[in-house]
């Protein structure tokens, strides 16, 4: 559409069906249009996109940016910030009081790494094997799996149920050797298998887990290696615990006597990394339960979410519902003025420094298959759902410019795949536009 015909640039901007600020603006508008709005598999679906220039601090090409959208693992962008911004350097594994040196009473934080496959480094696992006797003060605040969860979803891997005081990542993983027999981790589960603990699939095996209780079944399948997540209710925790250190463990309702210390593990930034390189679920539920517990005082999504939406992110240009740490739930809705705020917030706050170690770039983590030619010079977080498909980030353009932008798709009926090269050629052509 050519702007001159129309006298006043107000009439014009009406008759647009994008905003458009600059020359830049409609270049990117013809490249949205060509790559995206018009493209056969989403051209039928919702999409929103909005671009935000950081040096002349204006959004430069916006399309529906106040329209929610059901955003997916994007959701992992406000987690990310929060824990960023409350949880300091080191995660708190758990916090504890002595009794003389042989007893220890420890209250869980949500800490996700003890014993998770991912940190061979175990030091609060060393430093609990020096007692003889452990007692846990469990209060839990939240339901083990997210609102607006895929019930169904239970046995898998992605949907590791969340807890106050994590073990093994909440996975048990199951594994064949070259004989047949299966290896447990954790090993305390072998006593949990039906029927009549049949532990030897020489062609393969298959898992099934009852829903609300750690009772497993294997049977004759294709698969070797099998990770379905446990129920973590503390009895069972207590008693892997127990099994694994091989001291005794008991609990206790009893509210942890202060002053109590904590126990710091490892570097935030190491779990935040796996976070959004593999856009792990797992961990994105335990960081926004740690930040609860760091500024609530309680293990409680609710409560940290209503908090953040009252102060931090009480300035987003449109409220959002957002209901989990990792985006599981479709109930979750933000808009993509939303994402390039929080972003901002992030950069501003933070520094694209330590940004740049935990987003990943072209060629690594979700992002692996796309933008190589972009390394270094764009990092995003994706989102995906059956439907969904997201990204929001950093661009650097060619001519050295920062842009925040979010793109966000819902209710697409074609391949994920080619949503994803769709919004890729389109933020290939916005960065040599600027």
């Not at 829903?211 to 049977?219: E, G, I, K, P, R």
């Not at 500024?295 to 409220?319: C, F, H």
């Not at 940004?355 to 933008?371: D, L, Q």
Request: aromatic share 12%; with cysteine.
């Amino acid at each position: 559409m050519n702007c001159k015909k129309y006298p006043d640039w107000r009439t014009c901007l009406l008759a647009l069906p994008l905003v458009l600020l600059s020359c830049s603006s409609s270049k990117i508008f013809r490249s949205a249009k060509r790559e995206l709005l018009t493209d056969k598999t989403i051209h039928a679906a919702h999409i929103g996109i909005s671009v935000y220039d950081v040096n002349s601090a204006k959004f430069i090409f916006d399309h529906q940016g106040d329209q929610y959208f059901v955003p997916a693992s994007n959701t992992k962008i406000p987690s990310c910030y929060a824990a960023m911004k409350y949880l300091g350097d080191s995660l708190s594994a758990f916090k504890y009081v002595r009794r003389g040196n042989d007893t220890i009473i420890i209250e869980g934080t949500g800490s996700p790494d003890l014993l998770h496959p991912d940190f061979k480094q175990q030091n609060a696992f060393n430093f609990l094997k020096q007692f003889r006797h452990i007692v846990f003060s469990t209060r839990f605040y939240s339901e083990f799996l997210g609102s607006g969860w895929a019930w169904n979803d239970y046995k898998d891997y992605y949907m590791a149920q969340r807890s106050e005081f994590p073990v093994y990542g909440n996975i048990a993983t199951f594994k064949s050797n070259s004989d047949g027999t299966i290896d447990i981790i954790p090993s305390y589960f072998r006593r949990s298998i039906q029927p009549n603990g049949q532990l030897k699939y020489k062609d393969g095996f298959s898992v099934e887990k009852t829903f609300d209780a750690n009772v497993f079944s294997l049977a004759q399948g294709a698969a070797k290696i099998v990770e379905v997540p446990f129920s973590p209710k503390i009895e069972d925790v207590a008693a892997m615990l127990a099994d694994t250190l091989k001291v005794s463990v008991e609990m206790s309702l009893l509210k942890l006597e202060m002053p109590a210390q904590e126990f710091k593990s490892r570097p935030v930034d190491s779990v935040l990394t796996r976070m959004m390189h593999r856009s792990d679920n797992f961990f994105a539920e335990q960081m926004l339960l740690m930040v609860s517990k760091t500024v609530e005082g309680v293990l409680n999504d609710r409560a940290a979410i209503d908090l953040l939406l009252k102060t931090d992110l009480a300035s987003l240009p449109q409220k959002p519902r957002w209901v989990d740490g990792s985006g599981l739930s479709r109930y979750n809705l933000f808009t993509p003025r939303d994402f390039v705020t929080i972003l901002d917030k992030m950069r501003s706050e933070f520094g694209m420094e330590r940004i740049k170690t935990i987003f990943p770039t072209g060629g690594e983590g979700t992002i692996s298959s796309y933008y190589q030619e972009e390394k270094g010079q764009i990092f995003a977080k994706t989102g995906t759902l059956s439907g969904v498909v997201a990204l929001s980030g950093y661009l650097y353009t060619k001519k050295g410019k920062l842009l925040l932008f979010s793109v966000l798709v819902n209710n697409h009926n074609g391949s994920a795949t080619d949503v994803r090269k769709a919004v890729e050629k389109f933020l290939r052509k916005t960065r040599n536009i600027n």
